[in-house]
């Protein structure tokens, strides 16, 4: 049954999840984390769905945990919180093999900033803001967040980020290489959804190859991550994505990807 929290559509191969609370600003109950979590699974293992597009309903992307809800009340452990919720939501989005684009669309702050991060692709609109709001709570980063920014910014920016909560514009995020593009703000749903379509329609085996990939890399030294290369290689060059695109590229036609192994 499909939550009221997390929206799903579907169309040209594109799954896209709508946060549905904008009167809280689609701060996240455990109801809605674990719906965003089996709506991710779902379209993980739909064969229709080549490539998922995560946005938030209203003027907010998200505001992280509803710091109301009463299912994750102030006197329990905030380990078991993000043991049971945040953290395998980020888990299973770093480990989906098809592609994640995020269109953040306002405000991200907590952990709904960290989600966004945890995309593959992120466009966000130029009035958006990432904000790691939980020092203003006595809180550190989670859902990723000490990991993504220091990966990204490096150690000044990220401390500097999370110690005084300080709202990062969608222009600057991109232009220290946090996102991937900041979108004048009408543009930026079409602007997604082109992309995210372009990517249901590629060669989705070998991008969801490559993501592992990219990913591994900031695990590896040089000489393994050219194993794993090899490795991956072998399976992109047997799928037949691999035979249809040179196929296409010699008869001078476009290529119909399947996405298939
Ligand atoms: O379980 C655990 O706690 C551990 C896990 C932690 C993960 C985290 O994400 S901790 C960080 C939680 N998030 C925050 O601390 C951010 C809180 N929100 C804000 O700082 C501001 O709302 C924003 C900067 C995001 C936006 O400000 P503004 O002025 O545009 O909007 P607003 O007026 O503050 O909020 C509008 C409504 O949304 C308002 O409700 P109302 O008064 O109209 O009924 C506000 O209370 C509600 N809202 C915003 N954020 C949350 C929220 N309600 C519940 N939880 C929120 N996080």
Request: glycine share 8%; aromatic share 4%; net charge negative.
């Given at each position: 049954?499909q939550?009221e929290?997390?929206?799903v ?11 549905n609370r904008?009167d809280k600003l689609?701060?996240f109950?455990?109801?809605?984390n ?10 993980r ?8 597009l ?8 998200s ?5 109301a809800?009463p299912a994750?009340?102030?006197?329990g452990d905030l380990g078991e919180t993000?043991e049971?919720?945040?953290n395998p939501?980020?888990r299973?989005m770093?480990?989906v ?7 953040v669309?306002g405000v ?7 989600i966004a991060l ?6 966000a609109?130029q009035?958006?803001?990432f904000?790691q ?7 550190i ?20 980020l999370?110690?005084?909560a300080?709202?990062l ?11 991937w593009?900041?979108v004048a ?9 082109a992309?995210a ?14 993501k592992?990939?990219i990913?591994?890399?900031?695990e ?7 194993d794993?290369e090899?490795d991956?290689?072998?399976?992109a060059?047997k799928s037949p994505d691999?035979a249809?695109g040179?196929a296409a590229?010699t008869e001078?036609r476009p290529?119909?990807f399947?996405g298939?192994?």
């Amino acid at each position: 049954m499909q939550s009221e929290t997390i929206l799903v559509s579907e169309a040209e191969g594109l799954t896209t999840l709508t946060l549905n609370r904008p009167d809280k600003l689609n701060s996240f109950t455990a109801e809605m984390n674990l719906a965003l979590r089996l709506a991710l699974s779902e379209a993980r293992e739909r064969d229709a769905c080549r490539a998922i597009l995560l946005t938030g309903a209203g003027r907010a992307f998200s505001a992280g945990q509803d710091l109301a809800d009463p299912a994750v009340s102030a006197d329990g452990d905030l380990g078991e919180t993000i043991e049971e919720y945040y953290n395998p939501l980020i888990r299973l989005m770093r480990t989906v093999e098809k592609p994640i684009v995020c269109a953040v669309n306002g405000v991200a702050a907590g952990a709904g900033a960290n989600i966004a991060l945890a995309c593959d692709i992120v466009l966000a609109a130029q009035s958006a803001k990432f904000i790691q709001a939980f020092s203003k709570i006595g809180l550190i980063p989670d859902s990723g967040g000490t990991w993504t920014l220091t990966r990204h910014l490096g150690e000044a920016r990220a401390k500097a980020l999370a110690m005084t909560a300080a709202p990062l514009s969608a222009q600057q995020a991109a232009d220290w290489g946090l996102i991937w593009r900041a979108v004048a703000d009408g543009a930026l749903m079409a602007e997604a959804q082109a992309l995210a379509i372009q990517l249901a329609q590629g060669p989705t085996f070998g991008l969801g190859l490559t993501k592992h990939a990219i990913q591994a890399a900031g695990e590896h030294g040089l000489s393994a991550q050219l194993d794993l290369e090899r490795d991956l290689q072998s399976q992109a060059g047997k799928s037949p994505d691999y035979a249809e695109g040179v196929a296409a590229f010699t008869e001078k036609r476009p290529p119909r990807f399947t996405g298939k192994a």
